[in-house]
């Protein structure tokens, strides 16, 4: 049975501009990828999954996330200076998220920038929130972890996001979850633990189309218009 699984839903966007990748080195070591593209369009659909699978890769390769994940930024922003602005397109990577788990190692390590989040999920149903989000009216509330990253300052200088960095134990089951699928659960203070049951792809559909429901349900009750964002999702149970 596969140990991870990843779930998409466009909601009411023309494109899926997230995208997910696992990647496994020669020696075990394991990446597992969440990429959210800024844009609405099949050019930042490609770009995003070309980064996603770089980015895994990488990871995997080096069995260093945050260091993949800086890496990744280095090579867009070069690739911004040389092809000029791109008006509301953030290039892939600006919303980001990789865990990686390594053989003989109890605790995996996770990396991210932007609006996504990491969650695990213990033996006991316990879901643990390993990610922080991002505060665009402070500093990155990862800069205490980021000895070379102080808030919006660096991030105008150097180019990119802050990155944040956590660490959690590597076992139970590993969730991956973009703004568009996290925020809709969050809004109507539902538990996740009840939709993480069953194989990983089950537990994942769960996530993205309840979100996308849930989307529409929240927008009905505030009186707005009907609107769903792109909503993706990665499940990976791991085996301590």
Known sequence: MPSYATAQHTGDRSHQCAAAAVSTSREGVRAHVLLDGGGDSAEVRERTVTAA?????????SGDGEQALRRLHTAHRAERAGAGPR????????????????????????????????????????????????????????????????????????????VGTATAPAAGRLVLMTHGAYDPHQQVRHPLDDLLTGTPAQAATALVHTAVHRSYTVARFEHRRPCADNATALVADLRP
Do not use: F, I, K
């Open 53 to 61: 699978r770089r980015l895994a890769r990488a990871a995997a390769r």
């Open 87 to 162: 008006p509301h397109q953030d290039l892939p990577g600006t919303r980001a998220l990789v865990a990686v788990t390594v053989p003989g190692r109890p605790l995996l390590t996770v990396a991210w920038c932007g609006d996504v989040r990491a969650y695990r999920m213990d033996e006991d149903r316990q879901v643990h929130l390993l990610t922080l989000d991002e505060d665009p009216n402070r500093d990155h509330p990862c800069d205490a972890s980021c000895p070379d990253s102080t808030g919006d300052g660096a991030r105008a200088h150097r180019g990119h996001r802050a």
